[in-house]
Nanobody, 121 residues
Framework: VQLQASGGGFVQAGGFLRLSCAAS????????MGWYRQAPGKQRELVAL???????NYADSVKGRFTISRDNAKNMMYLQMDSLKPEDTAVYYC????????????????WGQGTQVTVSS
């Protein structure tokens, strides 16, 4: 399984970006998908999470501004980021936790390569 993230860029505060993550390869099901970010000098942190059951979880700092979604038919996941702030500047990573086989409940964890988001004040 490979993940390819895209959509990052440079935007002014108050602007928006939409990150995309394309999943390729063979897997049986998705247990969980998420977006994480890492700012310079900081640890990687969770931004948004969506489970197979449909529940979502957002970091407090992005609630009401970011939305995680998925297109099952295209094996794509998205992060819509509105009302961007300079503190949202970071490298954003998509993450997928999947089951590879129908007869095996073991989970496998995959990461995209990261896409840079820079928000100017």
């Amino acid at each position: 399984v490979q993940l390819q993230a895209s959509g990052g860029g440079f935007v002014q505060a108050g602007g928006f970006l939409r990150l995309s993550c394309a999943a390729s390869g063979n897997f049986y099901s998705i247990n969980r998908m998420g977006w994480y970010r890492q700012a310079p000098g900081k640890q990687r942190e969770l931004v948004a999470l969506k489970t197979s059951g449909g529940s979502t979880n957002y970091a407090d700092s992005v609630k009401g501004r970011f939305t995680i979604s998925r297109d099952n038919a295209k094996n794509m996941m998205y992060l819509q980021m509105d009302s961007l702030k300079p503190e949202d500047t970071a490298v954003y990573y998509c993450n997928l936790v999947v089951r590879l086989y129908s007869n095996n409940y073991e989970q496998y964890d995959y990461w995209g390569q990261g896409t840079q988001v820079t928000v100017s004040s």
